[in-house]
Structure formats: structure tokens, C-alpha cells
């Protein structure tokens, strides 16, 4: 596995790969690296013949500073990971290095971010497509992996590669999640014992609202009941609960036949903002 500390190098490596034919997938990532990250490198390895992971914790994405601060950094247990997964490329660029100067770009991705993460992280989703922008820019991929769990990233990434042209294709993949149901998170390494234990109930709400979804309980008596249920616990603290039309990520106030619902949420568990979500299919 070569390891790619510049963009110079990032951009030789992919253009010499596409100039032989190599099919060049792209894995970005903050690292701190688990097995839904693991997961997006088998799917580009499946697919491609270079596959390229980035690890690098971007700053212009955080609307938290303490976030950023505590945000879980382990560049060798991270590299040592990703050779035997099939990682052909590491880039792991420096903040000078992807920022050489003050960044003043601004992105509007309309409805789409006015809501959930969009809403309660101002500038957030600036910040990732900037990022993702300058990754699809140097990488030049002709595939790239992310995360359902960030679901609405993914909608927002698509719009940025329709809307900039990127000739890629974006692929999603499932939410790795522990044998408890906790959604895999780096974020995950920062929860003490007490609030580890109760994290596994964001996704037991999660899936008991989507229980009543398939029923046909109306979307705010369904976020009214998962409000209800997370009151009670003294260790978490619920950000939003929101029931939304898969695609557009509008909330609802009822279904429309043939259209799939996501449910997200983000709660504060010990200082700890973890996020999650359960698509339900029409
Ligand atoms: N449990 C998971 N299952 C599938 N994909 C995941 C999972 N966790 C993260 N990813 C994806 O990995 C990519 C990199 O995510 P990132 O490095 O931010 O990790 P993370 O675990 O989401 O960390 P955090 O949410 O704490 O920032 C994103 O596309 C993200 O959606
Ligand atoms: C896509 C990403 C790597 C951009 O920094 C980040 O938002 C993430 O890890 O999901
Ligand atoms: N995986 C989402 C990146 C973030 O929380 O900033």
C-alpha cells in the first residue's frame, strides 16, 4: 500500500492508474477506522483495481470546535488496518496541504440541507463538499464509497456530482452496525461505559418506529412516540427525531404510496453526538 501524504502525489498515482486502465475507486474518511469503513473498501475493491482511501479529519465540516478537538486520530492503527482490506492508496493529506489558503467557497444545496444535519450543523454540509469536491477533483475516481448511515450526505453528495458534473459513480452501502444494533461510529470510541450502554436504544427507537410506520402510524405521532420513549433516559439526550421521504429528506405529514421513508435522529449521549437512521421501503 503507497502511502500519499500531497495532492501532487494523490493526482500522479490516480492519472497513472487511468492512463493503464485501472478502474480508480475512491473510500473518503475522517479514519479513527471500523468495519463500515472496512465494508466501503470491499465494495470499491470488488469493483475496482486501485482503491484509494483518504483519511482526513476536515476541519471546515465541523460547527464544533471541542468536536473537532476530540475527534478520534489513530493514523497507525488506521494504516495498519487498511493493506490486508485492500487498500491499494492512503492519502492522508495535511490541513495546509488540502487548505492552502483560506477556503471561501459556498455551497447551497436547497431543501436538502435545511434539514436534520444541515439544520442543526450550520455549515456542515459546506464543509463536506468542499472536501469531497477537491477529493473527486484530485482522485479523478470512477467510483466512490460512502455511508448510508450518513444518509443525508449521500443525497447531498449526488446532487454535488450531478450538479459539478463529476463523471463517477457514487455507491452506497449499508450501515454496519455492532451485534447490539449501535451503529458503527468512530465517534463510538469516545462514549464512556455507562453512555456505551445506552446507545444501542437510538437504534432500538429507531427500529420500533419504523415498526410503526409499516403499520401506518401517522409520521408525527411516530416521532411524537420516539421523543417519548428517549425522554426518560438520563444519559441521552435527543437533537431531533425526524420521519422524511427517503429521497427528498422533507419531513412528512403522511406517507405517499411507492415512496420509501428514512427516519434519522441524533441525540448527545456523555458529550457524544452520534447520529443514525432506518430507511422502510413502500
Ligand atoms: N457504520 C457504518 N456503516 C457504513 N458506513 C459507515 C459507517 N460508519 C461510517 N460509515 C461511512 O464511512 C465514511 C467515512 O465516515 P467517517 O470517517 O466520518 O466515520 P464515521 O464512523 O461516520 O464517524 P463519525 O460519524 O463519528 O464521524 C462515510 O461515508 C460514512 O458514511
Ligand atoms: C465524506 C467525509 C469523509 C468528508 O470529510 C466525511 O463527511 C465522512 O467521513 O463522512
Ligand atoms: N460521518 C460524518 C462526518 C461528520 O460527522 O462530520
Redesign the pocket.
Known amino acids: 500500500m503507497q502511502i500519499l501524504p500531497t495532492a501532487a502525489r494523490l493526482q500522479a498515482y490516480t492519472e497513472q492508474a487511468r492512463q493503464i486502465g485501472k478502474r480508480v475507486g475512491l473510500v473518503?474518511?475522517?479514519g479513527a477506522l471500523h468495519d463500515g469503513h472496512l465494508q466501503l473498501v470491499q465494495a470499491a475493491r470488488a469493483a475496482c483495481d486501485e482503491v484509494i482511501v483518504s483519511i482526513?479529519v476536515?476541519p471546515t465540516?465541523f460547527n464544533n470546535a471541542e468536536d473537532f478537538r476530540l475527534y478520534p486520530r489513530v493514523p497507525d492503527a488506521d494504516a495498519a488496518m487498511l493493506g490486508p482490506a485492500g487498500c491499494t492508496a492512503l492519502f492522508v493529506p495535511s490541513v495546509e496541504e488540502m487548505y492552502p489558503q483560506p477556503t471561501v467557497l459556498r455551497f447551497d444545496f436547497g431543501a436538502l440541507e435545511r434539514v436534520m444535519e444541515g439544520a442543526h450543523r450550520p455549515g456542515h454540509f459546506n464543509g463536506?463538499a468542499t472536501?469531497?469536491s477537491k477529493l473527486f477533483h484530485l482522485a479523478r475516481p470512477h467510483h466512490a464509497y460512502?455511508g448510508q448511515k450518513?444518509w443525508q450526505?449521500v443525497a447531498i453528495i449526488r446532487q454535488l456530482a450531478a450538479d459539478l458534473s463529476f463523471d463517477l459513480e457514487i455507491v452506497a452501502c449499508p450501515t454496519i452496525r455492532e451485534a447490539d444494533g449501535l451503529a458503527m461510529s468512530s465517534r463510538n470510541r469516545r462514549l464512556d461505559p455507562a453512555a456505551r450502554a445506552a446507545a444501542p436504544r437510538l437504534h432500538q427507537v429507531l427500529a420500533a418506529a419504523a415498526g410503526q410506520v409499516r403499520q401506518g402510524v401517522a409520521p408525527a405521532q411516530v416521532r411524537a412516540a420516539a421523543e417519548e420513549s428517549l425522554r426518560p433516559d438520563p444519559l441521552i439526550t435527543l437533537e431531533y427525531v425526524e420521519v422524511a421521504d427517503a429521497q427528498t429528506l422533507q419531513p412528512l405529514s403522511e406517507y405517499m404510496p411507492g415512496r420509501a421513508v428514512v427516519l434519522c435522529l441524533a441525540a448527545h449521549l456523555g458529550g457524544v453526538r452520534l447520529i443514525d437512521n432506518v430507511v422502510v421501503e413502500d
Open positions: 473518503p474518511t475522517m482526513f476536515n465540516q463536506v472536501v469531497v460512502f450518513d450526505q
